[in-house]
């Protein structure tokens, strides 16, 4: 039997976010060194920690009282901020002066509007 419209049936589209069976996605050639994993590993770890002191700030300076102590603490948590990145950067090996550093300052502006 032919279908309605007389013609031959319209192709399957394959997805390409699935799995087909006989045909593996193709894989990286060359595995990341184990160097590379400990500084992802390190900038990781110095860039958090460091963010939850700045965060730790944000929460001392919701906390105070004095509008001075906040705009102060919240300052700090900027500096913290910008630090982390940094140190992230640092770690990799690039240029300590970037737009990156813009994410250290993510926390406290939503501090600040939180706070203030």
């Known amino acids: 039997m032919s279908s309605a419209s007389g013609g031959t049936p319209p192709a399957v589209r394959v997805r390409k976010h699935l799995m087909v069976p006989g045909q593996p996605r193709p894989q990286n050639r060359e595995p990341m060194s184990i160097g590379g994993v400990q500084r992802w590993v390190l900038s990781t770890l110095a860039a958090t920690t460091i963010l939850h002191l700045a965060v730790g700030l944000i929460f001392a300076a919701a906390y105070s009282e004095r509008l001075d102590a906040k705009i102060g603490l919240l300052v700090i948590s900027a500096a913290f ?19 990156w550093l813009l994410i250290g300052l993510v926390p406290t502006a939503a501090g600040a509007w939180i706070v203030l």
């Open 81 to 99: 901020g910008v630090l982390a990145m940094v140190a992230a950067l640092v770690i990799h090996r690039r240029q300590p002066l970037s737009p």
